[in-house]
């Protein structure tokens, strides 16, 4: 059973930094690309980063220097590192695996982040 656990999320003022991390089980989180997306209020959910089973990464722009995401394959856990906050950064956060084998890919549950003074 695949699970996606996130954590990290919480209140920080602008500028301020955070890391989400998500906890992968039920599947081979080495052979799977990771990502994070994030929804805001009354907004479609978009992507925020990427990263393949090798380590390549992709970023949205309005993040691009700002996030970066990690994996490690060894604790199947992938890693935002979020700095330099933005109230525009306010969402919920969701991790997000995805194998070419398979005919969908999995959410997890969701992590707060509120980016106000």
């Known amino acids: 059973q695949v699970q996606l656990v996130e954590s990290g999320g919480g209140l920080v003022q602008p500028g301020g930094s955070l890391r989400l991390s998500c906890a992968a089980s039920g599947f081979t989180f080495s052979s799977c690309r990771m990502s994070w997306y994030r929804q805001a209020p009354g907004k479609e959910r978009e992507l925020v980063a990427g990263?393949?089973?090798?380590?390549?990464?992709n970023y949205a722009d309005s993040i691009k220097d700002r996030f970066t995401i990690s994996r490690d394959n060894a604790k199947n856990t992938v890693y935002l590192q979020m700095n330099s906050l933005k109230p525009e950064d306010t969402a919920v956060y969701y991790c997000?695996?995805?194998?070419?084998?398979?005919?969908?890919?999995?959410w997890g549950q969701g992590t707060q982040v509120t980016v106000s003074s």
């Open positions: 997000y695996a995805r194998s070419p084998g398979w005919s969908t890919g999995y």
């Open positions: 990263i393949s089973p090798g380590g390549s990464t």
